[in-house]
């Protein structure tokens, strides 16, 4: 079982270009979510998904887009990337999300933007 | 609005030495609190959790208890590894809109032969 995987593992990218960072999970979880890990401030969520056909923003959602056509994928786009998009970025997902629910992470997007 | 509080590192500490990383939080309701654990160049691992007041959750010789009086969930383990080194993050997560886990800024861990 591969959990949840990532792509791609690290990427330069210059300012201004457009970038869409994968992610799939095989647990057929209902519930994904996608975190940037920035030095300093944690993890902070910047889209979820309850279920497949919806997405809601979190706490850093500006510059950055979701969608969530089936139940497996989840991709996140930068538009039109910029520097203060560097980051790691984490997709995660949890079964129904449930406040006593586990969320399982992916190993991340190490993104830098130049 | 929610969020926790945790200990800033970073710690080290000798092998078999005793931990203990504090962890508060302020949430409206009842919320799960959870401990994480990322080793480096990975992504986080659940270590441990608990859902209700006096919960103790544990795993792999670390536990923490649930402790609604004191909205605290302090990571200890008694005698810590070379293995244990990796960074800790302390979390909440409170069932509303999105589900959304606040995560503690991460402790940095490292144990010394």
């Known amino acids: 079982i591969a959990g949840i995987t990532q792509a791609p593992t690290s990427q330069i990218l210059a300012a201004g270009r457009r970038m869409t960072l994968r992610c799939t999970q095989d647990m057929r979880h209902n519930a994904m979510y996608w975190y940037r890990q920035d030095l300093g401030l944690g993890l902070r969520l910047i889209h979820y998904s309850n279920t497949a056909g919806t997405t809601g923003k979190g706490e850093v959602p500006d510059g950055y887009s979701v969608s969530r056509a089936n139940t497996d994928d989840f991709p996140l786009t930068l538009a039109s990337a910029v520097p203060s998009q560097t980051s790691v970025y984490f997709c995660?997902?949890?079964?129904?999300?449930?406040?006593?629910?586990?969320?399982?992470f992916g190993p991340g997007t190490r993104l830098t933007v130049l | 609005g929610d969020s926790v509080t945790q200990m800033e590192g970073p710690v080290t500490l000798s092998e078999e030495a005793f931990l203990t990383i504090n962890c508060t939080y302020t949430?409206?309701?009842?919320?799960?609190l959870f401990w994480y654990v990322q080793y480096p160049g990975e992504g986080l691992q659940l270590l441990l959790k608990a859902t209700k007041a006096d919960d103790k959750g544990s795993n792999k010789g670390f536990e923490a208890t649930y402790r609604k009086e004191t909205t605290s969930f302090h990571l200890e383990k008694g005698s810590v590894q070379v293995s244990d080194s990796a960074v800790y993050f302390c979390?909440?997560?409170?069932?509303?809109?999105?589900?959304?886990?606040?995560f503690g800024t991460g402790t940095s861990l490292t144990v010394i032969p």
């Open positions: 949430a409206t309701g009842y919320p799960s």
């Open positions: 979390a909440l997560s409170d069932g509303g809109t999105g589900n959304q886990f606040y």
């Open positions: 995660a997902s949890s079964d129904q999300g449930a406040r006593t629910d586990t969320q399982y």
